[in-house]
């Protein structure tokens, strides 16, 4: 074998081991005595399973020297055979110096961020989500057939099934363990989020609602607007006896300016359209009958604005849900307040894209149904579980792919007598809004 190879191999090993030694017996923080050895090398099996197979490929790669032969460089004076050979060791020796030294062993905070590629969070936050779910993922076995594992071993397998939408077989391979296994530990942890923390993502009473709402008007300018409804659909790909079948879950979620889910209805089919998922919800019947946006009106105008949500025209206008006017006139409190509709309609967009950077929504879901609606609702509320850690892993940055997503078709409310009350009703409020927004903006404009 080749010295220059084997010596790379031979470096490759070593940083292998020492990386190990690195975890087993990480160095004490003498800042925080509190600190021990436990918490870094509790994950080591986890980072290992996952880390190495791409850390130390990369690391291997830049071991082996280039196998093309240095050309020698003409001098004006030739160089005798003795010299000649001379000069080759030297270059060989400067190959295998280049070799070694561009071995470095990563910190150890490289290895931190791969838990941002493998599981949409930090470190820190891995830690704090493990001892929250520790008793709750070690309980409910299968009946004869215990899972060994550590809570961090179940919550790794995951989420890492969550994060990055990889399959079964890929994760049981990473894991070392059986697909069942990895089905399980991903079936609990959505089962255990869904179940006894979906109260992370709860609608806030009325006075929670104020600090919201002055955030909406720090923005805008519109005064009690408590929120963006949206409204996605998610692919679900269920295997048949011959062939995939293919069908759509719609996601509703509200949201704050913070990008915080305040509310998600989802488990309708994909071929239900927004507006009838919205009058079928939860949501709406709750505010109908008072149960939510019951706190105080403003007084616009001698107009009585009630707490609402903002939403895009395939919605109904409602005096709770503000829409924006179909064809304004440009340059007109219509188009003011269109404007201002969509400036605020971004972090409801941006929430959307962050729930499709979880790579098991970012395509077809390949689960059951109630399985499907189950990693919809895992995601929301890890993804409000990291904004309050003001962990911003899983947090999409940009939100171009949703430019297209307002381009829906108009709502068109029927001819009742009790739906054109309504519409009257919140038609004076939208307009008292947009007459307000207009004010704002000829007073932030600059005289000449």
């Not at 915080?260 to 939860?282: E, M, P, T």
């Not at 395939?314 to 924006?324: D, K």
């Not at 940055?397 to 009703?425: A, R, W």
Request: with cysteine.
């Amino acid at each position: 074998m080749d010295s220059r190879l084997l010596a790379s191999l031979l470096s490759s090993l070593v940083s292998q081991i020492l990386l190990v030694l690195l975890f087993l017996f990480p160095t004490t923080n003498t800042n925080n005595p509190s600190s021990s050895s436990s918490s870094s090398s509790s994950h080591f099996p986890l980072l290992f399973n996952l880390l190495t197979s791409t850390q130390f490929a990369a690391t291997s790669i830049s071991l082996h020297p280039n196998s093309k032969k240095r050309k020698r460089s003409s001098s004006s004076s030739p160089l005798s055979s003795s010299q000649a050979d001379d000069k080759e060791i030297e270059e060989e020796d400067n190959d295998s110096d280049s070799s070694f030294s561009s071995l470095q062993i990563p910190p150890p905070e490289s290895y931190m961020d791969q838990y941002k590629v493998c599981f949409k969070m930090s470190c820190s936050t891995f830690e704090w989500l493990t001892s929250l779910l520790e008793p709750l993922l070690e309980c409910r076995d299968p009946i004869n057939l215990p899972i060994n594992l550590s809570a961090e071993i179940r919550l790794g397998i995951g989420l890492f099934r969550l994060a990055t939408g990889s399959g079964y077989e890929d994760i049981a391979r990473r894991f070392n363990v059986s697909e069942f296994t990895c089905r399980f530990c991903t079936k609990q942890l959505c089962r255990v989020l869904c179940t006894n923390f979906r109260f992370w993502v709860g609608f806030p009473n009325s006075n929670e609602l104020e600090p919201v709402s002055s955030s909406f008007e720090d923005v805008s300018g519109f005064p009690n607007c408590c929120g963006v409804l949206d409204c996605t659909r998610f692919k679900i790909s269920t295997k048949g006896r011959e062939h995939f079948r293919e069908e759509s879950v719609v996601a509703q979620i509200v949201v704050d300016n913070s990008s915080k889910i305040l509310s998600i209805v989802a488990g309708f089919r994909g071929d239900k359209g927004d507006s009838r998922v919205l009058k079928c919800s939860s949501l709406y019947n709750d505010v109908e009958e008072g149960r939510l946006l019951n706190g105080s009106s403003v007084d616009i105008e001698g107009v009585s604005v009630p707490q609402y949500l903002i939403s895009d025209g395939g919605y109904p206008l409602l005096p709770w849900l503000m829409v924006p006017f179909a064809n304004p006139v440009s340059a007109s409190c219509e188009g003011d307040f269109n404007a201002a509709i969509q400036k605020m309609r971004l972090p409801a967009l941006r929430t959307l894209a962050s729930l499709r950077n979880w790579g098991i929504l970012n395509k077809p879901i390949e689960e059951e149904y109630k399985t499907a609606v189950a990693c919809i609702g895992a995601c929301s509320i890890l993804h409000n579980a990291l904004l309050t850690r003001d962990d911003f892993s899983a947090l999409a940055e940009e939100i171009e792919d949703y430019s297209m997503h307002g381009q829906c078709c108009q709502y068109y409310p029927d001819n009742s007598l009790e739906e054109n009350t309504v519409v009257n009703k919140a038609s004076d409020i939208r307009n008292v809004l947009a007459t307000k927004v207009s004010e704002a903006r000829d007073l932030n404009q600059p005289t000449c």
